[in-house]
């Protein structure tokens, strides 16, 4: 490789610029997202029977159809929730099954067994998800004057549409606020006095309340349709409709109750800093989907907002977009600060400054050979794929010294640089293959790791191995044809130089000493070594185990679970003293937004939410981003 290399520079040149510019361009198309992409389907049936409790819903609706989903194909295992009025089915399959069939089959199975559940029951909605369905930010709204009930209307038909336009952007409904619904209210006694039911009030409403087509009527050249249009116009229209007649007197809805512009019963309520408030979560749609893109999108689209309230307050609170971010900067850092001291220690052990500017071309050109491979495997920029880069850096800069360091050995045996470089890098072509192979042997047991480790640490070791053979190629081509071209032969190396290898050989004669030590005990060293490893084994119960290492997310959450049957504004004020003992532990100057969620509305909101009924909730709070101290403290 290293005689090729030098003999066709120009192809070599070429090649690294393609890299350079397909590798930079790669790395601004990539999604990027916390996590790789985890392929394990799941399919979410959700089934509807408003008023039903959840025990009925059990019987009724959960355990019928989990029963009937065993005919299903590739099924791991099967996760349900019944609450009230609501059944909820999570239908986890195999790794590696097609999401798209495992919907399609589910959704069969769903509407066979349709016929089987109790009259009334709503056909089930069956949604495709998987384990990086998760809300990206959550979209606060708030405003001084503004009643819950036109926060939720302004969420629901003005903020969720709008920002659906965003590419890559899942937006279920919002939490909070009161659906706005007209209500009649009746009174008992006077239903009794005109001999009448609550029943006899809902038919005639709903009999007086209709659009029905007329026909049509043709006139001249034109066909025009006709609509018998009974809506109702207004509240007052409502109060005037007749129920019954008697004595040749009719009974009106004012008579019986009254008609009000009002609100649905509440079932959840969202805090927002103490405040009732809505908040809109956003999922992103996928894993190919770029997380940064999707926050940025949505932020672009609040500042954008029409027909909306001018005292709406909408504002993007936790940010997933921010771990990514990080993520990013401290690869950047870790390979800034990696090329540094390399070239600081090459600066200082062979005192030539542009073997130096050699080493800088062996962390980039690795790493965006790299991500041109990711990006051909449909591949994202993620936290795994940054941590296997940053575990390799080292290793990447390894070869290109060994490289790097034989050639100068033969310049100063007195070689021609060209016959240096040549055989310099020949020489230990094998040798530094044997240590690529020996680092990347160490990862193929990762293709043995099953579920969701298999789909984290996969992307780690293939990061680190793509980095590795990279680095390998640049080390066999480039270092040597750097060397043939640009290196010219340094007699003085300066009074640092000097003064360097003087305490190098007195470490390197200190250091032989103690080899010579060792080789005249061995039983000694091998009992000192073999105790030190009985100690470390000893350790092992001292420490933690995590899927993840402790990281300050900046950002906690708190369940909350009242006793069964506690109602809605009961829990309210458990979570209000729960987000007081919040704002008494947080210091004022770290602490930056607490969001509530009280109760779970037993609709399609119910999918994207831990709650299960009144007596449940949880409590979200985020820290500034100057905070002092972390989110486990």
Known sequence: MSRFAIRNAHFIVVVCLVVAIVGITTIFRMPVDLFPPIRIPVVVVATFFSGMPPEQIEVDITGRFERFFTLAANIEHIESRSLPGVSLIKIYFQPGTDPDSAVTMISNLAMANLRRLPPGTLPPVVLKFDASSLPVCLITLKGE?????????TAQ?????????????????????KYRQIMVYVDPLKLEAHQLTTMDVVRAVNDSNLILPA???????????????????DIQEINRLPLKTRDGIAVEVGDVGEAKDAEQIQYNIVRI??????????????????????????????????????QLIAQVAFDQSIFVKNAIETLLHEGALGLFLTSLMILIFLGNMRATVAVFLSIPLSALATFIALFIGGGSVNTMILGGLALAFSRLIDNSVVVLENIFRHIELGEPIMKASEVGGSEVALPVLASTLTTVVVFFPVLF?????????????LAVVLSLFASYAVAMTIMPLFCSRLIRVQHDRGRLNAWFNRQFTRMLDAYERSIDFALRRPSLVVAGLLAVFMVSLGLYPLLGVAFFPRTDAAQFVI???????????????????????????VRPEDLGLIVSNIGVTPDFSSIYTSNSAQHTAFVQASLKEDHKIGSYE
Request: net charge positive.
């Open 145 to 153: 004057g503004l009643t819950q009930t036109t926060l939720r209307d």
């Open 273 to 310: 800093d103490g405040q009732r408030s809505v908040y809109q979560p956003v999922l992103k749609q996928g894993g190919d989907t770029n997380t940064i893109a999707v926050v940025d999108g949505v932020k672009d689209a609040l500042s954008r907002l029409s027909d909306v309230p001018k």
């Open 559 to 585: 369940n909350v679970k009242a006793p069964s049957g506690t109602r809605l504004s009961v829990t309210e004020a458990e979570v209000r003293r729960v987000e007081n003992i919040i704002h008494e532990t």
């Open 215 to 233: 026909g049509d009527v043709k006139l001249g050249s034109v066909d025009f349709n006709i609509y018998t249009n009974s809506q109702l116009r």
């Open 449 to 461: 790791l099953y579920g969701v480790s298999r789909f984290l640490f996969s992307s780690l070791a």
């Open 157 to 177: 038909y003005a903020v969720r549409n709008q920002v659906a336009n965003v590419p890559g952007a899942s937006v279920p409904q919002p939490f909070g606020g």
